[in-house]
């Protein structure tokens, strides 16, 4: 939006006629002051609702049918019993909060389709854009000491988040903090989605994944960015386009990256057979996620007090550190003894996914999300994403010799069931389906399988063989190419599309021309991050509980284009020499 927009979008928020009450005549007089009850219910709505930016916003905003006072009465003593409740039932209390959000409609992007562009980007284009982003990324880390990543609310929610979602959450989450602010969050999603102010906080894109708003975005650290940051910095020295100074650098950071994953990150876990292992945590301990103080209070506020391991940050950091040659001796664990607790059996433990907001697919041999830390807690449930189980794939496969996976009966059943669990996802078409995912786009689904597959290509055929006997690969590298080729580099895309298409293509071993598109939005949009980078920030993972949360950043989005950049070079040189 330029700013023209963005003032008639405020302008027709702020004198908009009300017709019902507003989010604040619902919430103010059971949740601004109340003694005894749940504190954390009122402090949640004053912090992130009731502040004085999105109170002015809303506050013309009202919704007709609240006119009903016995409908407004029942929304009301819901959140009474949120407040107030030792145990609340929260499939109850989200009743009305879910009837309400029912009536809004949100609709994932739908990029019209695009003219393939008239030539191909040459490659000392090419070349200077991976150089740019590498270097981007090292005068990061060198400023900050880190390579940080954003976190940004879309206060609008998610497109595949309604009513019965809700319900599902509010039953399914652990934390009651988590509880309260999924709730709150809700309530607010269908105030802002039928005020005019969702043209400001929600207005159009290119592309499918979605630009991060500026203003606001919570600058912090994750082993599970310091990863893929090490690969990306890894595929920068690979090239050989870094100079001496920066590769030296590079290594340095690697180096300091890793660790951060493997020492700093570490958590002591049960598996659940009570074996003890060492896994890496989502989010460690202040001062390490270097939020500043006024975020730190923040997040506190929100509900997110209490962070766990997860199975894909410990995938991802194995995976990285073992590409850069750590020898530390976390990397021995056979990490599938320990997802094999975590992995789905239909009919057996499918209650282990409480918060199965994409039940559209089968579950069965897939792994859930998070960890059970050493006291029990599970803050978030549990749910399962496919992403995720395609690094736990790819973690596996880079370390098959070391833990002796086709030589041990056990973990090689576990490896396969997750592989057919892919397999029947890409056979239904679901992989496709936005829906079908909890923390992540299809389009960067088909980027990870390609790094999975690269991993695959990598083992010998009796290999293979042995952990994939039906040819699961060969079908779902078929299926996910053709969507890369047919869908994804045929429509309107920006930068970030553009990357995770390459990232496909290139590991996939599409033909040449196929890049065509995305090379020619990647080198076309250089530069349009400004002071901050190369390229703006865009998604790159997600949460749709408590609201819509986006990952990402500039840092993060010149490392993805840098990947796919040096997959691309790689091949149009081995073409260029026959």
């Not at 963005?6 to 007089?29: E, F, H, N, Q």
């Not at 049918?65 to 409908?71: A, K, V």
Request: glycine share 8%; aromatic share 8%.
């Amino acid at each position: 939006m330029n700013l023209s927009q963005i003032a008639g979008a405020a302008c027709r928020a702020l004198t908009a006629k009300k017709d019902g009450p507003s989010l604040y005549d619902v919430c103010d007089p059971v949740l601004l002051r109340y003694q005894g009850g749940d504190r954390h219910l009122g402090q949640f709505y004053k912090t992130a609702l009731g502040n004085p930016a999105l109170r002015t916003l809303l506050r013309r905003t009202g919704l007709a049918e609240l006119c009903d006072g016995s409908r407004l009465q029942s929304l009301r003593h819901a959140l009474v019993r949120a407040r107030d409740e030792a145990l609340p039932d929260w499939a109850s209390v989200g009743q009305p909060v879910a009837a309400l959000l029912d009536t809004i409609r949100l609709a994932h992007p739908a990029p019209p389709p695009m003219p393939a562009p008239g030539r191909a980007p040459g490659l000392g284009e090419i070349e200077a854009a991976i150089r740019t982003c590498g270097a981007h990324l090292l005068h990061s880390y060198r400023s900050n000491g880190f390579i940080p990543t954003y976190a940004a609310f879309n206060l609008i929610g998610d497109a595949d988040a309604g009513g019965r979602e809700l319900l599902m959450a509010l039953s399914g989450l652990n934390a009651r903090g988590y509880k309260n602010s999924t709730l709150l969050f809700n309530l607010a999603r269908v105030f802002i989605a039928r005020s005019p102010a969702r043209e400001l906080i929600n207005p159009p894109w290119r592309g499918i994944a979605e630009p991060m708003w500026e203003p606001i975005q919570i600058r912090h650290r994750s082993a599970y960015y310091d990863a893929f940051f090490t690969e990306a910095l890894l595929g920068f020295i690979e090239t050989g386009l870094a100079s001496a100074g920066e590769t030296s650098a590079a290594q340095r950071a690697i180096k300091a990256m890793v660790d951060f994953c493997l020492v700093t990150s570490k958590e002591d876990v049960r598996a659940l057979d009570g074996a003890p292992f060492s896994v890496i945590t989502a989010l460690a301990p202040l001062p390490h996620p270097r939020f500043s103080r006024f975020f730190a209070q923040i997040k506190q506020d929100l509900g997110f007090d209490v962070y766990v391991p997860d199975c894909d940050t410990t995938a991802c950091s194995f995976s990285a550190a073992t590409q850069a040659g750590s020898t530390d001796p976390i990397l021995s664990q056979p990490l599938l003894d320990f997802y094999a607790g975590y992995q789905v059996r239909a009919g057996v433990n499918e209650p282990r996914v409480t918060v199965p907001l994409n039940d559209n697919i089968d579950y069965d041999g897939g792994i859930a999300t998070w960890i059970d830390n050493l006291a029990g807690a599970r803050p978030f449930g549990n749910d399962l994403d496919p992403t995720l189980n395609l690094d736990v794939i790819e973690v596996s496969f880079r370390n098959l010799a070391r833990w002796k996976v086709i030589e041990t009966p056990q973990r090689l059943d576990t490896l396969r069931r997750i592989v057919g669990f892919q397999k029947r996802l890409v056979q239904s078409g679901a992989f496709s389906d936005p829906r079908s995912h909890i923390y992540y786009l299809p389009e960067l689904y088909c980027a990870y399988f390609g790094r999975c597959y690269a991993a695959f290509s990598s083992l010998s055929p009796s290999a293979q063989r042995a952990v994939d006997p039906e040819g699961a690969f060969a079908l779902i590298r078929d299926r996910v190419l053709g969507y890369v080729e047919n869908e994804l580099i045929s429509a309107e895309m920006n930068v970030f599309d553009a990357a995770l298409a390459l990232i496909a293509l290139g590991h996939l071993g599409a033909k040449p021309a196929s890049f065509t598109p995305a090379l020619h939005c990647i080198i076309s949009h250089l530069g349009e991050g400004g002071r901050r980078g190369p390229f703006k920030a865009y998604e790159w993972n997600k949460m749709k509980t408590p609201i819509r949360i986006l990952v990402g950043g500039p840092e993060v989005t010149s490392a993805f284009v840098l990947m796919g950049l040096a997959l691309a070079r790689r091949t149009l040189m081995r073409c260029a020499s026959g």
